[in-house]
């Protein structure tokens, strides 16, 4: 998750930076056309890698609170190929933004056009594509997890742990486990509300074909849902410092070791 959260800002922002103060793609040549297809290809790679990431946490803490006495459904040895496959699934699923996207001189200037009739034809819709996507990238993702996270609170709220347990063992297994569901439920709070917006606004925009003919409050809708959606790759690791002491310690023996090396 901190590789894609990372690699969001970096493909992302600068592209939407530079539309916002240009109006325009600044890099033209086979290098801009390259660029114009690898910057929203990375930058959807990496939400669809995040999403994924949630889902496995939530799966992961789901078996662990249900099935408290087996071993992890994630191993750690599995994690390695969970990794890869979440990217493989996220490079297989966001493949048609290599083809669709294509650098345009323009009258006005040179832009990063999104030529989907080009690319699959005719006959293809970019609106039905863009549904889909969604609704599978977004809406099933956050009803999935809204269930399983439901299922973990309420049997946290009524688990009984078998055996004689002293009282100190049992307040620190329920301060982490309640860390634990804290950021969890953060992670996904935050996810939903910097992401359903931009997806309801887009998908608004969309059928109304509102991109053609964008209204003052239509765009400016549409640029601070995005904005805040972007923003989503910056909160979440806020949210893990605030909520987990081993991602402070690990931050406090990075800062160390800068210190130390320079």
């Not at 486990?177 to 935050?190: C, D, F, G, K």
């Not at 053609?212 to 809708?221: E, V, Y």
């Not at 991602?247 to 800068?258: N, T, V």
């Amino acid at each position: 998750m901190a590789s894609s959260d990372l690699l969001y800002p970096i493909f992302w922002i600068p592209w939407q930076l530079s539309y916002l103060h240009t109006n325009s793609f600044l890099i033209g040549g086979q290098l801009g056309q390259a660029l114009c297809k690898l910057l929203p290809f990375f930058g959807t790679v990496s939400f669809t890698v995040s999403i994924q990431n949630l889902i496995l946490i939530a799966v992961d803490r789901f078996g662990a609170v249900e099935f408290p006495l087996r071993s992890p459904l994630i191993r750690s040895k599995l994690c390695p190929f969970v990794i890869l496959t979440t990217w493989i699934v996220a490079v297989a699923f966001n493949w048609p933004d290599l083809f669709t996207y294509k650098l345009v001189e323009h009258p006005e200037g040179t832009f990063c056009d999104l030529e989907w009739k080009e690319a699959f034809g005719e006959s293809s819709s970019f609106a039905s594509f863009v549904l889909a996507y969604h609704i599978l990238s977004i809406y099933i993702p956050v009803l999935l997890l809204v269930i399983l996270y439901s299922i973990i609170v309420i049997k946290l709220k009524t688990q009984v742990h078998p055996g004689e347990q002293s009282a100190n063992t049992q307040q620190q297994r329920d301060r982490r486990n309640r860390n634990v569901l804290q950021m969890s439920i953060a992670i996904v709070t935050v996810f939903v509300f910097c992401w359903l917006p931009y997806s309801i606004n887009f998908l608004i925009m969309l059928y109304q074909d509102a991109f053609t003919h964008l209204s003052c409050n239509l765009w400016i809708s549409y640029e601070v849902t995005s904005y805040m959606a972007s923003a989503y790759c910056a909160i979440n690791p806020v949210i893990c410092f605030v909520f987990s002491s081993n991602y402070r310690k690990a931050l406090k023996r990075l800062i160390k070791c800068s210190f130390v090396q320079a």
